[in-house]
């Protein structure tokens, strides 16, 4: 992705790779290393994780190289302004950074605003800000909200699925369309996607950055980010790829796979199928471009049960392998 590193230097990219979370002290859920905008400093940078929920601060998920003017996708979790508005300059100046990378002049993207994707309904912002969270309102910066419902609504539409099965007799009409539209799940594939491809437009055509993020940023925002990397990266539309995806963007950056999926626990009211959720997402984009990938909707099957039966107690467990890409869908 021509990201400068220890071991390749490229002066004219950007972004750095940094050991700021070698310790996960910076954030605990976050990887240990990070790509980071190469013009902040390392105590700026802790500043930012504060301001941020949890500590995940803006950090790189995928970068088209010089190629895409070192374009790239971020995500993080929401701002804790509040509604007094508390203020960080660290976390304006990140953002601001991010906006002009290197100041790549071909582009002029210091005339052009940040995109940055809210992916939660409008309404449940600013709840959520009355709650002590919040969003950006900052000076070039282009916020739009995705619209995409969280875990608890996720939960409801998928068990309204589930009834609607059950509701199936054979040899009868029955109310199955009904019953499906008004479960609201492809309601909420359709938001999915739809903020998947506002990031890839941006990202692509006009070579500039995009942020993301929901809450926590471990749920919707994994959703998106790792479904626009599949549509931009072909690497990732591989079998050895797409486990890679799993395991970054979805272990890595901290998904509570155990919590959501009630992987050896009762279920909670934190329990939401929302991996499930995106395995469907990249179901359609199979359906749409199946020649794009470089496997079918039965590997996605297999992951899904994977996910939601294998025991997660110990790292001999088939799922614990797979996460690390040590096993291929035809095993």
Known sequence: MGIDTSLIPNPECPWRVSELNR???LCSSYPSCLVLPRRMPDQALREVAAFRKRGRLPAMSWCGGPELGFASLWRCSQTTEGLIGTKCVEDQSM???IRLGNG??????EERDLLLIDLRPKMSAWANKAGGGGFESYPNTGIIFGGIDNIHVVRDAWRAMGAAVTRIHENQAGSWMKDVANSGWYDYIGAILACTLKAVTEIVTFKCNV???????WDRTAQVSSLAMLCMDPYYRTQAGFLKLVQKEWCSFGHRFRTRLALGDAPTTEYSPVIVQWLECVFQLLQQFPDAFEFTDDALLRLAEEVRTAPWEGQTSRHARAVHGEWRFGS
Not at 211 to 217: A, E, P, Q, R, T
Request: aromatic residues 10%; charged residues 30%; contains cysteine.
């Open 211 to 217: 942020m993301i993020h929901c809450s926590d940023g």
């Open 95 to 97: 953002i601001n950074a």
């Open 23 to 25: 310790s996960y002290k």
């Open 104 to 109: 790549w002049k071909e582009r002029k993207q």
